[in-house]
Protein backbone atom coordinates (compact mmCIF):
# COMPACT_ATOMS: atom_id res chain seq x y z
CA UNK A 1 0.00 0.00 0.00
CA UNK A 2 1.33 3.49 -1.00
CA UNK A 3 0.33 6.35 1.14
CA UNK A 4 0.86 9.97 -0.01
CA UNK A 5 1.10 13.39 2.41
CA UNK A 6 0.19 16.71 1.65
CA UNK A 7 1.51 20.14 2.55
CA UNK A 8 1.43 23.32 1.75
CA UNK A 9 -2.07 24.32 1.69
CA UNK A 10 -3.33 27.51 3.21
CA UNK A 11 -5.11 31.05 2.88
CA UNK A 12 -3.32 33.61 0.47
CA UNK A 13 -4.47 36.48 -1.20
CA UNK A 14 -5.53 36.79 -5.25
CA UNK A 15 -2.20 36.97 -7.19
CA UNK A 16 0.47 35.39 -4.52
CA UNK A 17 2.16 32.09 -4.13
CA UNK A 18 1.51 28.59 -2.76
CA UNK A 19 3.46 25.80 -3.09
CA UNK A 20 2.85 22.17 -2.38
CA UNK A 21 3.82 19.24 -1.52
CA UNK A 22 3.71 15.63 -1.30
CA UNK A 23 5.50 12.69 -0.07
CA UNK A 24 4.89 9.25 -1.24
CA UNK A 25 5.70 5.94 1.18
CA UNK A 26 5.31 1.97 1.62
CA UNK A 27 5.26 -0.15 -1.13
CA UNK A 28 6.07 2.22 -3.49
CA UNK A 29 7.86 -0.21 -6.88
CA UNK A 30 8.04 2.50 -9.41
CA UNK A 31 5.64 5.36 -9.77
CA UNK A 32 4.58 6.40 -13.22
CA UNK A 33 3.09 9.46 -13.07
CA UNK A 34 2.09 11.99 -10.22
CA UNK A 35 -0.08 14.85 -9.97
CA UNK A 36 -2.52 16.97 -8.53
CA UNK A 37 -6.40 17.30 -8.70
CA UNK A 38 -8.65 18.98 -6.62
CA UNK A 39 -11.86 19.59 -6.33
CA UNK A 40 -14.30 22.65 -5.09
CA UNK A 41 -17.85 21.84 -2.85
CA UNK A 42 -20.47 20.24 -4.78
CA UNK A 43 -18.25 19.82 -8.28
CA UNK A 44 -16.15 16.75 -9.33
CA UNK A 45 -12.43 16.55 -8.98
CA UNK A 46 -10.55 17.91 -11.84
CA UNK A 47 -7.20 17.35 -13.32
CA UNK A 48 -4.61 20.55 -12.33
CA UNK A 49 -1.02 19.13 -13.25
CA UNK A 50 0.65 15.97 -13.82
CA UNK A 51 3.89 14.22 -14.39
CA UNK A 52 5.41 11.35 -15.52
CA UNK A 53 9.02 9.72 -14.43
CA UNK A 54 10.46 10.73 -17.68
CA UNK A 55 9.54 14.36 -17.23
CA UNK A 56 6.99 14.40 -19.03
CA UNK A 57 4.00 17.20 -17.88
CA UNK A 58 0.74 18.24 -18.62
CA UNK A 59 -2.05 21.07 -17.03
CA UNK A 60 -5.35 21.81 -17.07
CA UNK A 61 -5.69 24.65 -19.17
CA UNK A 62 -7.17 27.17 -16.50
CA UNK A 63 -3.94 26.35 -15.30
CA UNK A 64 -1.35 26.53 -17.67
CA UNK A 65 1.35 29.74 -17.36
CA UNK A 66 0.57 30.01 -13.53
CA UNK A 67 1.49 26.47 -11.97
CA UNK A 68 4.26 24.39 -12.57
CA UNK A 69 4.32 20.96 -11.63
CA UNK A 70 7.76 19.16 -10.37
CA UNK A 71 9.29 15.85 -8.85
CA UNK A 72 11.63 13.93 -7.28
CA UNK A 73 11.57 11.17 -8.35
CA UNK A 74 14.76 9.55 -6.23
CA UNK A 75 12.73 10.68 -3.48
CA UNK A 76 9.28 10.01 -4.08
CA UNK A 77 8.03 13.67 -4.11
CA UNK A 78 6.08 16.05 -6.21
CA UNK A 79 5.46 19.48 -5.75
CA UNK A 80 2.98 21.82 -7.58
CA UNK A 81 4.24 25.91 -7.52
CA UNK A 82 1.44 27.76 -7.69
CA UNK A 83 1.36 31.40 -8.52
CA UNK A 84 -0.96 34.35 -9.55
CA UNK A 85 -3.10 32.56 -7.43
CA UNK A 86 -7.23 33.66 -8.24
CA UNK A 87 -10.08 32.71 -6.05
CA UNK A 88 -11.35 30.52 -8.49
CA UNK A 89 -8.38 28.11 -7.31
CA UNK A 90 -10.02 27.64 -4.14
CA UNK A 91 -9.97 24.38 -3.75
CA UNK A 92 -8.75 20.68 -1.80
CA UNK A 93 -5.82 19.83 -3.73
CA UNK A 94 -5.14 16.27 -4.17
CA UNK A 95 -1.84 14.18 -4.82
CA UNK A 96 -1.87 11.26 -6.78
CA UNK A 97 0.23 8.23 -7.90
CA UNK A 98 -0.27 5.46 -10.58
CA UNK A 99 2.56 2.63 -10.18
CA UNK A 100 3.64 -0.85 -9.84
CA UNK A 101 4.63 -3.06 -7.38
CA UNK A 102 5.34 -6.54 -7.81
CA UNK A 103 3.81 -6.80 -10.61
CA UNK A 104 0.45 -5.09 -9.24
CA UNK A 105 -0.84 -1.93 -11.10
CA UNK A 106 -1.83 0.76 -8.37
CA UNK A 107 -3.66 4.08 -7.62
CA UNK A 108 -3.28 5.97 -4.53
CA UNK A 109 -4.60 9.65 -3.29
CA UNK A 110 -3.49 11.36 -0.69
CA UNK A 111 -6.01 12.87 2.19
CA UNK A 112 -6.33 16.88 0.44
CA UNK A 113 -4.82 19.79 1.37
CA UNK A 114 -7.11 22.92 1.36
CA UNK A 115 -6.50 26.47 -0.51
CA UNK A 116 -7.78 29.43 -0.33
CA UNK A 117 -7.64 32.13 -2.06
CA UNK A 118 -9.17 35.41 -1.12
CA UNK A 119 -10.05 38.26 -3.77
Known amino acids: QVQLVESGGGLVQAGGSLRLSCAA ?32 TNYADSV ?31 CNAVGRFLYRDYVSWGQGTQVTVSS
Open 64 to 94: SGRFTISRDNAKNTVDLQMNSLKPEDSCVYY
Open 25 to 56: SGSIGSINVMGWHRQAPGKQRELVAIITKGGR
